[in-house]
């Protein structure tokens, strides 16, 4: 009975991996369902499907907007679009948040203060309390994007060795903080930035002059980070490391036979390698003028906010909506905070010697969304041609009247949404990607219900992260297995994913009721952001 049913998870294992292998690169996904859209437009306005439009009347009549769908290939939409290409693209609104992020993200993590910062705060960590600082430094650790990954992840397993205690353990706990925990912080990052450019742009097909805050989660994903940290720390030290085994250090001795399949794997090996070594007094003297510069910056922000001016407040505007001005400089602040913060680290550590330094580090981080741009293309493209054509609008309405007619209560619809979300991810790994397409859907039709869209992202973050952690499709995940086989040489894709399986049905199954208690208590997500809002 038990071979049947190894045979039988492993047959759905590879039925996952085969079928996802199957899907094309999500740049042309988009650009085929801008095809479909296509013709799903010309079939919806041949039939006439319309929608009663829940808020807006006619100015002519004054009798409720009828809202039609419009052909995509009707000479005003086909003008529309050959002559508003470049503001299409350019006025999708991710681009410019993830864009000026990343500016400052890039200094910060080219100059090292990222990875120093993570080495740092883990390589200390009390051993009955190593599991906990793994983790949390992780989760926390997804503000430097991909040097958690690259940094964080093999320093774990070092680090878990040296306690005595089984490496694989280890990187299984970063990885689930890293990965499972995608959306769990502290603070807003890039990843808010990202999410709520899209969920903006989504909003603006229904409802007119919304505007994106950024910390519109801060509370859900700080609630997030102490829930799951607790989760991860059970599992690792009670299902994983059990499960594992005693550790055979001789086994470290073995890992020429587990060597990288490609030169570039091995590259990023060495590089782990490198970040063993014990954190050296230019880095620790970076890493106090980094402290220093980050505590000036938010001094600054805090005097915009508090002192004399005040040009972070909006003194003319209702009460909750006083600090507007604060939420829309959160973009700006994370990009000088950064860059302010990795100037003065990389000047102490070494690592930026002048000014040109520090605009090839700005350069080179532009250099790596290189791929976002040309996805931020199709995606601005299918958003907008979604939003032409009507049918998100009579979507979101007729879908509000269908959900309103099965009177499910809101948490268990948020749950359905984090469940489907965490299916759907194991096929497309792109969180933007997922994001773009379900967005322009989901978050008008469940703000018809009075569902605030911060409340929809926030739904959707947490299927979205808690299946990163056993889908092979996820980007990470063959140099995740790479790191594992230094430790033990033959471990393979099946080896991770049964590794990793438990952390992914507990960070789902919290998350799933972290929802539910949100959603029944209508507790605030982030700063001006309810979970429920007035309809019509």
Same mark, same amino acid.
């Given at each position: 009975?038990?071979?049947?049913?190894?045979?039988?998870?492993?047959?759905?294992?590879?039925?996952?991996?085969?079928?996802?292998?199957?899907?094309?690169?999500?740049?042309?996904?988009?650009?085929?369902?801008?095809?479909?859209?296509?013709?799903?437009?010309?079939?919806?306005?041949?039939?006439?499907?319309?929608?009663?439009?829940?808020?807006?009347?006619?100015?002519?009549?004054?009798?409720?907007?009828?809202?039609?769908?419009?052909?995509?290939?009707?000479?005003?939409?086909?003008?529309?679009?050959?002559?508003?290409?470049?503001?299409?693209?350019?006025?999708?609104?991710?681009?410019?948040?993830?864009?000026?992020?990343?500016?400052?993200?890039?200094?910060?993590?080219?100059?090292?203060?990222?990875?120093?910062?993570?080495?740092?705060?883990?390589?200390?960590?009390?051993?009955?309390?190593?599991?906990?600082?793994?983790?949390?430094?992780?989760?926390?650790?997804?503000?430097?994007?991909?040097?958690? /990954?690259?940094?964080?992840?093999?320093?774990?397993?070092?680090?878990?060795?040296?306690?005595?205690?089984?490496? #694989?353990?280890?990187?299984?706990?970063? !990885?689930?903080?890293?990965?499972?925990? !995608?959306?769990?912080?502290?603070?807003?990052?890039?990843?808010?930035?990202?999410?709520?450019? #899209?969920?903006?742009?989504?909003?603006?097909?229904?409802?007119?002059?919304?505007?994106?805050? #950024?910390?519109?989660?801060?509370?859900?994903?700080?609630?997030?980070?102490?829930?799951?940290?607790?989760?991860? @720390? *059970?599992?690792?030290?009670?299902?994983?490391?059990?499960?594992?085994?005693? /550790?055979?250090?001789?086994?470290?001795?073995?890992?020429?036979?587990?060597?990288?399949?490609?030169?570039?794997?091995?590259?990023?090996?060495?590089?782990?390698?490198?970040?063993?070594?014990?954190?050296?007094?230019?880095?620790?003297?970076?890493?106090?003028?980094?402290? !220093?510069?980050?505590?000036?910056?938010?001094?600054?922000?805090? *005097?915009?906010?508090?002192?004399?001016?005040?040009?972070?407040?909006?003194?003319?505007?209702?009460?909750?909506?006083?600090?507007?001005?604060?939420?829309?400089?959160?973009?700006?602040?994370?990009?000088?905070?950064?860059?302010?913060?990795?100037?003065? /680290?990389?000047?102490?550590?070494?690592?930026?010697?002048?000014?040109?330094?520090?605009?090839?580090?700005?350069?080179?981080?532009?250099?790596?969304?290189?791929? /976002?741009?040309?996805?931020? !293309?199709?995606?601005?493209?299918?958003?907008?041609?979604?939003? @032409?054509?009507?049918?998100?609008?009579?979507?979101?309405?007729?879908?509000?009247?269908?959900?309103?007619?099965?009177?499910?209560?809101?948490?268990?619809?948020?749950?359905?949404?984090?469940?489907?979300?965490?299916?759907?991810?194991?096929?497309?790994?792109?969180?933007?990607?997922?994001?773009?397409?379900?967005?322009?859907?989901?978050?008008?039709?469940?703000?018809?219900?009075?569902?605030?869209?911060?409340?929809?992202?926030?739904?959707?973050?947490?299927?979205?992260?808690?299946?990163?952690?056993?889908?092979?499709?996820?980007?990470?995940?063959?140099?995740?297995?790479? *790191?594992?086989?230094?430790?033990?040489?033959?471990?393979?894709?099946?080896?991770?994913?049964?590794?990793?399986?438990?952390?992914?049905?507990?960070?789902?199954?919290?998350?799933?009721?972290?929802?539910?208690?949100?959603?029944?208590?209508?507790?605030?997500?982030?700063?001006?952001?309810?979970?429920?809002?007035?309809?019509?």
């Amino acid at each position: 009975m038990a071979t049947r049913t190894a045979d039988a998870q492993g047959g759905f294992l590879k039925w996952v991996e085969r079928t996802g292998n199957r899907l094309p690169d999500p740049v042309f996904i988009f650009l085929y369902l801008v095809a479909v859209l296509m013709l799903i437009s010309i079939a919806a306005t041949w039939t006439g499907v319309s929608a009663v439009h829940p808020t807006a009347v006619d100015e002519a009549t004054g009798a409720p907007l009828v809202i039609t769908a419009e052909s995509l290939l009707s000479a005003d939409n086909i003008r529309r679009l050959l002559t508003e290409m470049p503001q299409t693209f350019t006025h999708f609104h991710p681009l410019g948040y993830v864009l000026v992020v990343m500016l400052g993200a890039g200094v910060a993590e080219r100059s090292g203060l990222f990875g120093t910062a993570m080495r740092a705060a883990v390589s200390n960590a009390p051993t009955l309390l190593l599991t906990p600082f793994v983790a949390l430094t992780a989760m926390v650790g997804n503000l430097a994007a991909d040097a958690a /990954y690259v940094v964080l992840i093999p320093l774990a397993g070092v680090i878990f060795a040296a306690a005595g205690r089984h490496p #694989i353990a280890g990187i299984a706990a970063a !990885f689930a903080g890293v990965s499972g925990g !995608f959306s769990a912080n502290l603070f807003p990052g890039q990843l808010d930035a990202l999410l709520f450019g #899209i969920t903006e742009a989504a909003v603006e097909t229904v409802f007119a002059d919304f505007q994106a805050n #950024i910390a519109g989660n801060w509370f859900f994903i700080l609630a997030m980070t102490f829930v799951y940290l607790p989760t991860i @720390w *059970f599992v690792t030290d009670r299902v994983i490391e059990p499960r594992l085994g005693k /550790y055979t250090p001789t086994a470290k001795a073995a890992v020429a036979a587990g060597q990288p399949a490609d030169a570039a794997a091995e590259t990023r090996v060495d590089n782990a390698e490198a970040e063993d070594a014990p954190i050296a007094d230019n880095q620790r003297r970076g890493l106090r003028n980094a402290g !220093f510069a980050a505590l000036a910056i938010i001094g600054v922000w805090l *005097f915009f906010v508090f002192g004399p001016g005040t040009p972070l407040i909006d003194e003319t505007a209702t009460a909750e909506a006083r600090l507007t001005p604060f939420y829309q400089s959160l973009v700006a602040g994370f990009f000088i905070l950064f860059l302010v913060a990795g100037w003065a /680290y990389g000047k102490a550590a070494g690592t930026i010697g002048t000014h040109r330094d520090l605009v090839k580090m700005m350069s080179e981080s532009m250099g790596d969304l290189a791929y /976002y741009l040309v996805l931020a !293309f199709a995606a601005a493209h299918f958003v907008a041609m979604f939003a @032409w054509s009507n049918l998100g609008l009579i979507i979101a309405v007729h879908g509000a009247d269908g959900l309103r007619e099965l009177a499910l209560p809101a948490p268990v619809l948020l749950a359905v949404i984090v469940l489907f979300t965490g299916v759907l991810n194991l096929f497309v790994g792109s969180a933007s990607a997922k994001w773009a397409l379900l967005a322009p859907v989901l978050v008008p039709m469940l703000m018809l219900l009075g569902i605030s869209a911060e409340m929809t992202t926030a739904a959707y973050r947490v299927g979205d992260s808690a299946t990163n952690i056993i889908t092979p499709l996820m980007v990470y995940f063959p140099l995740i297995m790479v *790191f594992c086989q230094r430790w033990v040489p033959e471990f393979g894709i099946g080896s991770l994913m049964a590794t990793m399986l438990p952390y992914s049905l507990w960070l789902l199954g919290t998350g799933v009721v972290l929802i539910m208690i949100w959603v029944g208590l209508s507790l605030p997500l982030g700063p001006g952001a309810p979970v429920f809002i007035p309809v019509g």
